[in-house]
């Protein structure tokens, strides 16, 4: 079975600061997707950025990139120039491939200050 | 496009008691996902249907949860009898295929509590 962890409860960062969250997994599979999804109060899940695992390179969406480190199966999620609008829980989401069954770490709960 | 619609937002039971949620997924959607989230921690999937068969209820609670996507389009999820651990927030996402290349879109969940 596979595993997801986020270390960090909670986080917090000025407006226009760089923060950086932290994700670790267990997994024997060879092939498969992570995901870091935001969940505002809202509490909609909403997909931040995709990452799948036989590409080397880092996936980046506008302010959002990852580093993703596989042979220390660790995924980390950048946030750049980060707005109030970020304000969210944001989780870490690991997919084997077979078919979208998420499997969630349990959160971090990421505060911008003005 | 519309996206993926629940009901009712909030419910209050006591225990004992039936609940059902439905959902109704984005229009072509194929697959639907129904998830608990406990407060203070991840959401962990329950069931998964590709159109109106099952393909994963391993972790599905089935001596007191049901689920059915009758028409492979809406679903409806029942808790019977509620235990108070049973209070979460109970989401539903949908994608157009199963595949992990396909985002799954989520509704904005419904939040049992059980007193």
């Known amino acids: 079975a596979q595993t997801v962890t986020q270390s960090q409860p909670e986080m917090s960062v000025q407006e226009a600061e760089t923060v950086t969250l932290s994700c670790t997994y267990d997994t024997s599979e060879s092939n498969y997707y992570l995901f870091w999804y935001k969940q505002p109060p809202s509490r909609q899940m909403i997909l931040v950025i995709r990452?799948?695992?036989?590409?080397?390179q880092n996936a980046t969406e506008n302010r959002f990139s990852v580093n993703f480190q596989k042979a220390a199966k660790s995924f980390s999620l950048k946030i750049s120039d980060s707005q109030l609008g970020d304000t969210a829980m944001y989780f870490c989401?690991?997919?084997?491939?077979?078919?979208?069954?998420?499997?969630f770490g349990g959160g971090t709960r990421l505060m911008v200050k003005p | 496009e519309a996206g993926v619609a629940q009901s009712p937002r909030y419910k209050i039971i006591e225990k004992r008691q039936s609940v059902a949620f439905w959902c109704n997924p984005i229009?072509?959607?194929?697959?639907l996902y129904w998830y608990q989230q406990i407060l203070g921690q991840g959401p962990k999937l329950l069931i998964q249907f590709q159109n109106n068969g099952v393909v994963d209820d391993s972790q599905l609670p089935k001596d007191r949860f049901s689920a059915e996507r009758l028409k492979g389009v809406d679903s409806t999820l029942k808790i019977q009898p509620a235990k108070l651990e049973d209070s979460a927030v109970y989401l539903c996402a949908s994608s157009l295929a199963s595949g992990a290349s396909t985002e799954a879109f989520f509704g904005q969940g419904t939040r049992l509590t059980v007193v």
């Open positions: 229009s072509g959607h194929a697959t």
């Open positions: 989401a690991f997919d084997n491939n077979a078919g979208n069954m998420l499997t």
């Open positions: 990452q799948e695992a036989y590409k080397q």
